[in-house]
């Protein structure tokens, strides 16, 4: 534990710092319903959280922040959330824009973006190709996303490949497989943080996270803050990772 005083980013060690980050954002429901509050204000509420994350990860140097904003599964919910859930992403990526293309922040979109109305897309559309240049930072918002799927498209966009004579069935490896995901702009995450206690994957980032660390926290969306994720990248880098080798081999513990 740390004082009060202390931030854990101070804690950071440069070194260590995660390149790419991704965040599954949950609990913005049980937030405001523990504040007789409807859901959708949970949603509003949580944008600030967004917002913080973003401009805590400039700060500290992590060049991909994946947030999942919208599961392929979510289009399951009432009607009336759905549609308020895409008019407060039209609103967010409006307010958003101007500082996040200042800050040099390059937004990606992720998933099935076909299945969104088509206000919504247009509106995607155009933040992606103003901001496709921008170097500080890749921000991927994950909408209308699903890992399943993206991995199923994958396969049918090498199959095509491959009828086509364009790759031969022995190019397809672990590296060239994930160079057809949606994500191929960026390294896999060394870290997924998510919100709200819940402890499973909701279909996200499947492939990507193979050797990820995982954090949960009981926190809700919305209430989670810079300070928070300081802590969570703190706690990252005091994990050791093996993929697979023993401590000793690790390049820290050598002592040649
Ligand atoms: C996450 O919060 C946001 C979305 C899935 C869009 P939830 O809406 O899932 O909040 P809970 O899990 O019901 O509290
Ligand atoms: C996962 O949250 C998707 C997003 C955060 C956008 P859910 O709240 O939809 O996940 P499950 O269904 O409870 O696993
Ligand atoms: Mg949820």
Not at 21 to 46: C, E, T, Y
Not at 168 to 186: A, G, R
């Amino acid at each position: 534990m740390i004082s009060k005083t202390e931030s854990y980013k101070q804690l950071l060690v440069p070194e260590k710092m995660p390149q790419h980050v991704a965040i599954i954002m949950d609990g913005n429901g049980r937030w405001a319903k523990k504040k007789n509050r409807p859901r959708l204000f949970g949603h509003s509420q949580g944008v600030k959280s967004v917002r913080n994350v973003v401009e805590a990860s400039v700060e500290i140097g992590v060049k991909h922040l994946t947030l999942y904003a919208f599961s392929l599964e979510n289009w399951n919910r009432p009607q009336s959330e759905v549609s308020g859930l895409m008019s407060l992403m039209i609103s967010t990526i409006q307010k958003e824009f101007k500082t996040l293309h200042k800050n040099n922040v390059r937004i990606k979109l992720v998933g099935n973006l076909a299945l969104l109305p088509t206000s919504v897309k247009e509106k995607v559309f155009e933040t992606e190709r103003i901001t496709q240049n921008n170097t500080a930072m890749t921000l991927n918002i994950a909408l209308s996303y699903g890992s399943q799927w993206e991995i199923a498209e994958a396969a049918k966009k090498i199959a095509i490949d491959v009828s086509q004579n364009k790759i031969s069935p022995d190019d397809i490896t672990p590296e060239s497989f994930s160079q057809y995901l949606l994500t191929s702009h960026s390294p896999d995450p060394e870290l997924l943080i998510r919100t709200s206690g819940e402890f499973r994957i909701s279909n996200f980032l499947l492939y990507q996270m193979a050797y990820t660390e995982l954090y949960f926290t009981d926190t809700l969306w919305p209430d989670f803050g810079k300070e928070a994720f300081y802590e969570a990248i703190y706690h990252f880098q005091q994990r050791e990772r093996r993929f697979g080798k023993i401590s000793e081999q690790l390049p820290s513990n050598s002592n040649q």
